[in-house]
């Protein structure tokens, strides 16, 4: 896979479709596309994700980095996306470890 390449995530129903950007031979999610995945409103995210950096379960300076993003529109602007998804999840936002998608979402980003 190429540096800055965007992979499309769909479960096996085809329902949950994310662009998922990998830089690096790492994937990263904005906190909208985890909601997606995780059906957690982007709010519920966010709360989470600053939790798990005020407990220091994770380290805010690997797991965020800012990436310039074109929208539909054509404008442009930073946006914060979160690398170490997994741990994200399991540490944080109501983890299910039997959940489908989340299962087969992991397995396809380790490849």
């Not at 990436?67 to 690398?83: E, H, P």
């Amino acid at each position: 896979m190429n540096t800055g390449e965007i992979l499309i995530y769909q479960n096996s129903e085809g329902g949950i479709k994310i662009d998922v950007r990998l830089e690096e031979e790492t994937v990263w999610l904005t906190q909208a596309q985890m909601g997606l995945l995780f059906n957690k409103d982007k709010r519920t995210i966010s709360e989470h994700i600053s939790n798990t950096f005020k407990e220091g379960e994770l380290n805010e300076n690997s797991v965020v980095r800012n990436f310039r993003t074109t929208a539909s529109d054509g404008k442009s602007s930073d946006v914060n996306y979160y690398n170490k998804i997994k741990d994200i999840y399991s540490t944080s936002i109501d983890y299910n470890p039997n959940d489908e998608k989340t299962i087969m979402f992991f397995k396809g980003s380790a490849k």
